[in-house]
């Protein structure tokens, strides 16, 4: 079983850079065909993905937020990382790694055959 598990500073300033790791167990970040992808939900509304990396390294990138987010992998500890630049406290958000078959885009929902980590809380605040 594919576990997830984000970590990350709780807190930033804004301005400043929020960055995430997804630490992956159970399975590899190369293992075809799955997408890794960065999903938050800020208060009151909906899951939005960021972005994803397949297992081939290609990188996809939500439109609205494509100028700050950076995704990348490091395939030798198994682990996806988020970068997002210039927050702001519209930011603020449960941030979410998740693993699926399918490359997830914009408003999303989880499925039966996705693969969650349980949240990190990402909060911009002076």
């Known amino acids: 079983q594919v576990q997830l598990q984000e970590s990350g500073p709780g807190l930033v300033k804004p301005s400043q850079t929020l960055s995430l790791t997804c630490t992956v167990s159970?399975?590899?970040?190369?293992?075809?065909?799955?997408?890794w992808s960065w999903i938050r939900q800020s208060p009151g509304k909906g899951l939005e993905c960021m972005g994803a990396i397949s297992w081939r390294g290609s990188i996809f990138y939500s439109p609205p937020l494509k100028s700050r987010t950076s995704i990348s992998r490091d395939t030798s500890k198994n682990q996806v990382t988020l970068q997002l630049s210039s927050v702001t406290p519209e930011d603020t958000a449960v941030y979410y790694c998740?693993?699926?078959?399918?490359?997830?885009?914009?408003?999303?929902?989880?499925?039966?055959?996705?693969?969650w980590g349980q949240g990190t809380q990402g909060t911009v605040s002076s």
């Open positions: 159970g399975g590899s970040v190369t293992a075809a065909p799955y997408y």
């Open positions: 998740a693993t699926s078959k399918r490359l997830m885009a914009g408003a999303t929902t989880r499925k039966l055959d996705d693969y």
